[in-house]
Each structure stands twice: as C-alpha cells, then as structure tokens.
C-alpha cells in the first residue's frame, strides 16, 4: 500500500469512528483499535461492502438492536458523501464511472466474503457477516455452550517440531529401484560372481511444507492457537516452508500470510510444489464453527483437491473443532470426501499422520466426488 493511500485509509477509518459515536454508537477507541490492526493485515480492503462486513464484526454486538440500525443508516449515508470528500489527483485520469464508492479505496486481488450455505435449508444474515444456514435443532445447546480459549489447544511448538522429524523420515518414491550395492557384494561373496545383482526401493529423506490458513471470520479466534505452526516457520525450525492463507476455500488465489494483498495463482503455484516431498497441511474448521453446511465450499474444496493431489505427496487437514461438532456442517461431508482424514486439533492427530500415507486412496475419491458434483 503506497503512503497517500495509507494516510487516506487512516483519515477515512477514523473520520467513520466519529461519526458512528456522534450517531449514537457507544464505540471505544480500544474497538477503533482492533479495526486498524484488522485492516493493517489485509481485511477490509477489498471495497465499501468488504470494509462494512469487518467493522460490523467488530463494533456491533447483535443484528437486532439499536446499533445495528444505527450502523447501517449512517456506514450508508457515509458511503454516499466519501466520493466528495475524496482527493483527485491532477495527473491521474478521471475515472468514467464514479458511482461505485469501491474505487475511491485502494485495490487488492480479489477475496471471496464467504460462502453461502445451501438454499434448501434456509439462511439468515448473522453478525460474522457471511451467509449460513439456520442451526440445526440437535447442535443448538452445544453452540450455545461451547466456550473457547487460546489454552483449550495441547499442541505446542516442540509438538510441531517432532511431528517434522518424522514425517521427514526416509519415504519410498513411487516404484523406482536401485542397486543395493552392499547387498549385491554380500551376496557374490555368498554365491559366486554370476549371481544376480540386489535392488531396493529407491527413498528419499526430503520434505517441504505447505501451510494454508483459512482466514475465514470465524476461524479468527483461532489464530493464536495455530501460532506453533507459524512460529516454526518463522524460526526456520521448518525448512523450506510457505505459508499462504484463503477463504472457505482456495479458488484461483492463494494469499500470503503475511502480506494478505499478495496473491499468488495456484496455476503459478502447483507446478512448483513436489509430488514426492510436499507436504500440504490445511487449518480450518470447514464450517463447523458456524454450524454451515455450504455445497459450494464442498465442491471448491473437492476441486482444490483433485487440482493439488498429483503435485503433492500428503495431505494433513487439522480442524480445530471437536470431532461432534462437524455433524450436519461442510466440515463432515468435506471428511467424507477425502475419506476420513480430516483430524482433530491435538498432538495425537499429528502423531496418527505420520504414520501412513494415503494420498492413492484420496485421490480417486477427490476425483470420484467432484464428477458428481
């Protein structure tokens, strides 16, 4: 983001934190705080609506209360006055349509503001600000009383790091051979020179990490128990390693962690990564922290997979929600899909991946689902 653009951004930012406390919003400057970190790290910044969405989380309790109608009344009458108040720059060409109040932002690549939940089961507007179904009858007490700390996840960075030992372990690369050489000799000692000559496996002892964050809403409060992961990266305890974070689902864009305006095409992506050492580990809750079932996350999801699957040698999902609350959301037909393998949060979970490799087996289900979809 260029400096004018920044200036301009904190000016607008906290031109509407007035506003809305003149119109009657009890706001704190700790909540005008927490919008500046927000958008500091890329949210917010994908135009009038996307900006709406995030100070809606942020600063209105309920949608059915007096803030609410506040919000909405006066973010809607702010909109229309910006394009006045707004600097043109001499040099720059006038732009032929200035009725949508997105351009007077800065531009980033495109994000997807979440994914709608399926018709046929109803959807309501909730405060994260993204569409999702009606909670079903059966989950509704569990949501309620569901409560959530940083401390509640067991995982820690010496977890991480022995989880990498072993999964760098030497591996069998496809059906390749060669020539045992210790073997061979031991055995014309034994046999004489005309014997024949012993093969082994050919394995390798090469691993490289692709870590993918779900940044969705509702997968925020998580992000401090998912800080293992990241740190280990940061530390170089994981080596090489990238880390790229999406929406509900990759589409045609991954983002970088920590330049979420950076996006990187998967066309530019996949070719680089190694079907005998990349590992993909996926962190996201697949919908069931908001209790969404969403046929679009499932088929973006199923054709991410059928897409990466021959470039990779394993993938890990972890869903930081317990293993009852995926029931009747996204996150249990997604598990169906890459036949069971979406994991609970916990250090046991990543013990259990090292020890296989199912990626053949997944592979023909990806492709298997995403033919009836």
């Given at each position: 983001?260029?400096?004018?653009?920044?200036?301009?951004?904190?000016?607008?930012l906290?031109?509407?934190?007035?506003?809305?406390r003149?119109?009657?919003m009890?706001?704190?400057?700790?909540?005008?705080?927490?919008?500046?970190?927000?958008?500091?790290?890329?949210?917010g910044?994908?135009?009038?609506?996307?900006?709406?969405?995030?100070?809606?989380?942020?600063?209105?309790?309920s949608?059915?209360?007096?803030?609410?109608?506040?919000?909405?009344?006066?973010?809607?009458?702010?909109?229309?006055?910006?394009?006045?108040?707004?600097?043109?720059?001499?040099?720059q060409?006038?732009?032929?349509?200035?009725?949508?109040?997105?351009?007077?932002?800065?531009?980033v690549?495109?994000?997807?503001r979440?994914?709608?939940?399926?018709?046929?089961?109803?959807?309501?507007?909730?405060?994260?600000?993204?569409?999702?179904?009606?909670?079903?009858?059966s989950?509704e007490?569990?949501?309620n009383?569901?409560?959530?700390?940083?401390t509640?996840?067991?995982?820690?960075?010496?977890d991480?790091?022995?989880?990498?030992?072993?999964?760098?372990?030497?591996?069998?690369?496809?059906?390749?051979?060669?020539?045992?050489?210790?073997?061979?000799?031991?055995?014309?000692?034994?046999?004489?020179?005309?014997t024949?000559v012993?093969?082994?496996?050919?394995?390798?002892r090469?691993?490289?990490l692709?870590l993918?964050?779900?940044?969705?809403?509702?997968m925020?409060?998580?992000?401090?128990?998912?800080?293992?992961?990241?740190?280990?990266?940061?530390?170089?305890?994981?080596t090489?390693?990238?880390?790229?974070?999406?929406?509900?689902?990759?589409?045609?864009?991954?983002?970088?962690?920590?330049?979420?305006?950076?996006?990187?095409?998967?066309?530019?992506?996949?070719?680089?990564?190694?079907?005998?050492?990349t590992?993909?580990?996926?962190?996201?809750?697949?919908?069931?922290?908001?209790?969404t079932?969403?046929?679009?996350?499932?088929?973006?999801?199923?054709?991410?997979?059928?897409?990466?699957?021959?470039?990779?040698?394993?993938?890990?999902?972890?869903?930081?929600?317990?293993?009852?609350?995926?029931?009747?959301?996204?996150?249990?037909?997604?598990?169906?899909v890459?036949?069971?393998?979406?994991?609970?949060?916990?250090?046991t979970?990543?013990?259990?991946?090292?020890?296989?490799?199912?990626?053949?087996?997944?592979i023909?289900?990806w492709?298997?689902?995403?033919?009836?979809i």
């Amino acid at each position: 983001m260029s400096i004018p653009q920044s200036i301009l951004l904190d000016s607008l930012l906290l031109d509407l934190f007035q506003k809305l406390r003149d119109a009657g919003m009890a706001l704190t400057l700790e909540q005008y705080d927490l919008l500046r970190q927000a958008v500091t790290k890329g949210y917010g910044l994908g135009g009038w609506q996307d900006l709406r969405r995030v100070c809606r989380l942020l600063w209105v309790k309920s949608y059915d209360n007096d803030d609410a109608k506040i919000f909405d009344r006066t973010f809607d009458k702010y909109i229309q006055q910006h394009h006045a108040k707004m600097p043109v720059k001499p040099e720059q060409t006038p732009v032929e349509n200035i009725s949508s109040p997105s351009q007077n932002l800065p531009q980033v690549p495109p994000r997807k503001r979440g994914v709608p939940s399926t018709p046929t089961m109803g959807e309501v507007q909730v405060p994260v600000a993204i569409q999702t179904s009606l909670p079903f009858p059966s989950l509704e007490q569990a949501k309620n009383d569901f409560h959530l700390t940083p401390t509640d996840f067991p995982i820690q960075l010496h977890d991480v790091q022995t989880t990498w030992r072993l999964l760098r372990r030497a591996v069998r690369v496809d059906w390749n051979y060669e020539l045992d050489i210790e073997a061979t000799l031991d055995k014309i000692e034994r046999e004489g020179i005309f014997t024949d000559v012993v093969m082994r496996p050919v394995r390798i002892r090469q691993a490289e990490l692709l870590l993918l964050i779900d940044d969705s809403p509702a997968m925020i409060p998580f992000f401090p128990a998912l800080q293992p992961f990241i740190q280990a990266i940061e530390e170089a305890r994981i080596t090489p390693a990238w880390i790229y974070r999406f929406t509900s689902y990759p589409d045609k864009y991954l983002y970088d962690w920590h330049r979420p305006t950076k996006a990187e095409s998967l066309t530019n992506l996949l070719p680089r990564l190694h079907r005998n050492r990349t590992i993909v580990l996926i962190l996201s809750d697949g919908g069931a922290a908001t209790t969404t079932y969403s046929q679009e996350r499932i088929k973006g999801m199923s054709q991410f997979f059928t897409d990466l699957s021959p470039c990779i040698r394993q993938l890990i999902w972890l869903n930081p929600l317990p293993q009852d609350r995926w029931k009747q959301t996204s996150a249990w037909t997604i598990d169906a899909v890459i036949n069971g393998n979406m994991l609970t949060y916990e250090p046991t979970s990543l013990l259990s991946a090292t020890r296989e490799n199912q990626q053949e087996s997944m592979i023909s289900v990806w492709q298997m689902y995403t033919e009836k979809i």
